[in-house]
């Protein structure tokens, strides 16, 4: 049996949880998600409590109970706090800048790059340099985030790129001339 899935969800107030036929669906104050659960996989409330229960002890049950289960309380928080995840962009004459619901990104090629703002995401920017992605869905919110990063890498000689906050880049010793080695 999963250690995950046995964890209790605690759904806060202003929450709430409905299953019915296969389908989750978290309704909260910043929106409303909902997620089909296969398997034989059932939901129970117990006051502010939720539990994930297998209902039987197959390899393929007991592997989607803490999915699930992580999933469900990855909804639950995202209606209720919502998820954020930050980026630096780093470059010498590099910035990004929020125009109208786009991203436009000035990261070293020879034209601004714009990323257009997805449904259901925030896109920010506080400064220049930095870039804040929010939203309710966990999974949406990390894919558009890694979708930002990949436009230009972090490379490793100067450290120049778009990284997640607090993203440490290896630096790599540049080339040497060779001068005055036998």
């Known amino acids: 049996m999963s250690r995950i899935g046995k964890k209790v969800i605690a759904v806060p107030a202003g929450v709430s949880v409905d299953f019915a036929e296969g389908v989750v669906t978290v309704k909260g104050p910043k929106g409303q998600l909902t997620r089909e659960i296969k398997g034989n996989i059932d939901i129970k409330h117990e ?9 039987d ?14 999933l469900i309380a990855d909804m639950v928080k995202g209606v209720s706090e ?7 962009v780093k470059g010498v004459g590099w910035k990004a ?34 870039i804040t992605v929010s939203g309710i869905d966990k999974v949406q919110v990390g894919q558009v985030a890694a979708d930002l990063r990949s436009i230009r890498k972090p490379e490793p000689y100067h450290g120049y790129g778009i990284r997640y906050k607090g993203e ?10 060779g001068k005055g080695k036998k």
């Open 82 to 88: 919502g998820f954020t995840k930050g980026l630096e």
């Open 168 to 177: 440490h880049v290896e630096h790599k010793e540049g080339k040497t001339s």
């Open 47 to 55: 006051g502010a409590d939720m539990h994930v229960l297998a209902l």
């Open 97 to 130: 800048a929020m125009n109208g619901n786009k991203l436009v990104l000035n990261v070293g090629f020879s034209h601004p790059i714009e990323f257009v703002q997805p449904e259901g995401i925030k896109i920010e920017c506080p400064t220049q340099t930095e």
């Open 57 to 70: 002890e197959t390899k393929e049950t007991n592997a989607l109970h803490g999915l699930y289960r992580a």
